[in-house]
């Protein structure tokens, strides 16, 4: 099986900064696309940032200019650095990894998310 494991959410005030990270680890032959989405109370999950596995990326329009994902294939973990954080971006964050294991089938597989909460 796989594991994601996320960390680097947590309270911030306006302004401020944080970055989240998303390693993959287990049963893993390749890693393809990478990406995180969040969720804020009563509203559906959105795509924050996406990276394919060379390195192009997306962003949503409400962050660009403000969060940048990158990855590091070598540690399969995702990245994202969040800056001029708006209470707007109050969500639980959560990486998505699109694999293949060892046979060659491809999977998707989300993190357990986390809560990046931005005070004004």
């Known amino acids: 099986q796989v594991q994601l494991v996320e960390s680097g959410g947590g309270l911030v005030q306006v302004g401020g900064s944080l970055r989240l990270s998303c390693a993959a680890s287990g049963r893993i032959a390749s890693i393809y696309n990478m990406g995180w989405y969040r969720q804020a109370p009563g509203k559906q999950r959105e795509l924050v940032a996406g990276i394919t596995r060379g390195e192009s990326t997306n962003y949503a329009d409400s962050v660009k200019g403000r969060f940048t994902i990158s990855r590091d294939n070598a540690k399969n973990t995702v990245y994202l650095q969040m800056n001029s954080l708006k209470p707007e971006d109050t969500a639980v964050y959560y990486c998505?990894?699109?694999?293949?294991?060892?046979?060659?089938?491809?999977?998707?597989?989300w993190g357990q998310g986390t809560q990046v909460t931005v005070s004004s």
């Open positions: 998505l990894v699109v694999y293949s294991d060892y046979g060659g089938a491809r999977y998707s597989y």
